[in-house]
C-alpha cells in the first residue's frame, strides 16, 4: 500500500456552473488530482500491486491526442523542454505503436486485438473509440495579468474559458490543454494547495456555449522542484489520465479499488520511453490490465 504521503486522491470537485453559464446547471465532477509525494524516494517505489483492473465508465476517451500546452507566464521554466516532450511522447510507444484510420474502426480494432498490438494507453480503447497517437498543435504563452494564487473553479477554469472565447483556444474532441505554472504560483483545489497536496491535476471545463465541445479537457502543471525529469513525472501521469479518462471518471479508472486512474497506481514510480529518435524521457508508468503490471518500468 502507498504510504499516506504518497496516497492518490480522487474526490469530488463541486462545479457551480452558474457562474459562467446564462443557464444553470448543476453538475458535480470529478476531478482526479495525485498527491505530491516524497520526491526523494520517486525512483525506487516499485512495489508490488494487488491485483487492479480499471474499468470503463461508458464516457469519452481521447483518440489521438492534441497537446496545447499553456505556459501561464513568459518566465515559467522548461518551455522548449516541455514542447519536445510532447511532440516526442505522443508519437511513441506511450500511445500505442498501432495507429488507425477512424474510418475502418472496427476491422483495425480487431486487427490490432489479433496482432496483441495493444500496450500502454491504447489498451484503454473503446467500442467506439481507438486511442492511437497524437501530436503537439501548438502552444501558448499568457503574456497578460499573471495571479499569484489561483484556486480551480474561481480561477483556473474561467481561464481556460476565457482563452476558448477570445479564440485563443479552438478545442475539439481530442484537445488537452496542460497549463505550465512557474516555480511559487499556486493553485488550490478542494484537494489543497500545489506542491503540498498535489504535484498536478487534470480535469475539464465546460465549453458547450462557447464551443463545438461539451467540455475541453485541461492540466495543471505547478513547478514544484526545478528538475526536468521530476517534473516530467506530473506531466505524463496527467496526459496518461486524461487521454483515458478526460472527464474524470467517465472513463477508465478502478472503480473497485481506491487506486484510481492508469496512473495512479504508478504514482512516482521511475520509468523511461524511448522516443522515435532513440532520446530516452523520464515518464510516470502506466498501468495495463491485460499485464497485471506496470508498463514503461
Ligand atoms: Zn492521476
Known sequence: MPSQ?????????????SH????????????????????????????????????YGGGPVISNVEVTPIFYDASTRFQPE????????TDSVYMNACQFPSSHLT???????LLKSFSSVQEYSTQTQLIGRGKLVGSYVETGTIKGNLNDANDVRPYVRSLVEQGI???????????HFTKGINITTSGGRSCVNFAGYHSAVYTADISGVDWTAYGVIPLCDDNLNIMLHPVSHELAEAITDPFPESGWKSRSKSVGEIADLCNWVGGQVVDSTGKKWEVEPVWSNKQQKMHFL
Not at 458535480?28 to 520526491?39: H, M, T
Not at 516541455?82 to 511522447?89: E, G, H, R
Not at 483556444?169 to 497549463?179: F, H, K
Request: aromatic share 16%; glycine share 2%.
Open 107 to 113: 476491422s483495425f480494432f480487431l486487427l490490432c486485438r
Open 169 to 179: 483556444l479552438n478545442p475539439n474532441s481530442n484537445s488537452y490543454y496542460p497549463i
Open 5 to 17: 504521503s504518497n496516497a492518490t486522491f480522487n474526490f469530488l470537485s463541486s462545479i457551480n456552473l
Open 20 to 55: 459562467l453559464l446564462s443557464r444553470s446547471a448543476s453538475t458535480d465532477f470529478i476531478s482526479s488530482f495525485r498527491s505530491f509525494g516524497n520526491l526523494s524516494d520517486w525512483t525506487t517505489k516499485k512495489e508490488k500491486r494487488d491485483t487492479v483492473n480499471l474499468t
Open 82 to 89: 516541455m514542447l519536445n516532450f510532447y511532440s516526442a511522447i
